[in-house]
């Protein structure tokens, strides 16, 4: 999770297969008038985002799927997590604007143009207490926060276990 630019496909796609997980780029599940929207350069609101949300906690709800998606606030998260029907560990991807819309500026081909990153900023709430949430700075190398978010998740999978005996 994060906003745009953050490397969520990136970074979702290399855990995915460090963790033999399917990986499902969020940004596929918007619907037609979501990606018109956005490449016209008007941010999404609420609205428009719920339908695309729960189609994201739908798909976490499939055994062994990673899914890439921006999170930004905690009541999408929350939508996220229910429709999903169980626990969601969200890896957010941290990181500041100016290295984001230097990311955001240089990605080729893609309907969400630099112009929404203030407006992606202003939405973000990071996670905070109570959320399952392992945080990555997006100045790390993407080995090293692959490496991160991996063990995280290893040593969360193994407590699973231990409280289910």
Aim: proline content about 7%.
């Amino acid at each position: 999770m994060g906003v745009s630019g953050c490397g969520k496909s990136t970074i979702g796609l290399a855990v995915a297969k460090q963790l033999d997980l399917d990986f499902v780029d969020g940004d596929t599940l918007h619907p037609p008038h979501n990606i018109a929207k956005m490449a016209r350069g008007e941010p999404l609101d609420d609205h428009d985002r719920a339908p695309w949300l729960e189609q994201v906690g739908g798909r976490l709800a499939e055994p062994g799927v990673l899914v890439a998606c921006s999170s930004l606030k905690r009541a999408y998260r929350d939508l996220i997590r229910a429709k999903a029907g169980g626990p969601v560990t969200f890896l957010f991807l941290a990181g500041g604007r100016e290295t984001l819309l230097a990311r955001m500026s240089v990605r080729p081909g893609h309907f969400m143009p630099a112009s929404l990153l203030d407006s992606q900023l202003a939405t973000l709430e990071p996670p905070g207490a109570g959320e399952d949430v392992v945080t990555a700075s997006i100045e790390d190398g993407p080995a090293q926060i692959v490496e991160r978010f991996v063990e995280a998740v290893a040593r969360r999978n193994a407590r699973t276990r231990q409280h289910r005996r």
